[in-house]
């Protein structure tokens, strides 16, 4: 995944400061997100959502007057060829805003560790909440079936 990723950055995306978000599943979601590509791409959807309000709030600017850029690699499988879905976001570490004369300038805002942590908290319950909204609470997480025998192991 790390040579796509540095292909992204050398060859499409422009000579900025770029980070490679990566997003996790949480267990008890992979099999519904395996299994309904709608949601995992309304999931992913709202995560970058989240992400992108907030480069545009560092930035201090609001999402139509800052625009930032990404590329997503959906991760699917891990190394024992579990499922462990997962998305890898390499994104402009900062947003792009025009100014009074017209001109584009790039703002670097990259986040902090306590930024980052906060970050993923508030993407984890708007995804959360999007599920619900969909019909899908945190106890209604699909067929009750776990994915493999690792996650059986981990939950002994």
């Known amino acids: 995944m790390s040579e796509r990723a540095a292909w992204w ?17 949480p267990w008890s979601r992979r099999w519904l997100l395996a ?16 992400i992108e309000r907030w480069y545009a709030g560092q930035a201090g600017a609001n999402g139509r007057e ?36 017209g001109r584009l300038s790039f703002t670097r805002v990259g986040p902090h560790t306590a930024d980052v942590e906060a970050l993923v908290v508030a993407i984890a319950a708007s995804c959360e909440a999007w599920l619900a909204g969909q019909g899908f609470g945190p106890e209604e997480d699909g067929d009750g079936e776990e994915d493999d025998a690792q996650a059986v192991i981990q939950q002994a």
């Open 9 to 25: 950055v050398d060859h499409v995306l422009p000579n900025v400061a770029t980070r490679q978000w990566v997003l996790t599943v």
């Open 35 to 50: 299994r309904r590509p709608d949601l995992m791409c309304g999931v992913h959807r709202v995560a970058m959502r989240r």
């Open 66 to 101: 800052a625009q930032t850029g990404s590329v997503t690699g959906v991760q699917r499988f891990g190394s024992a060829l579990n499922l462990n879905l997962r998305f890898h976001i390499v994104s402009l570490d900062g947003v792009y805003t025009r100014g009074a004369d």
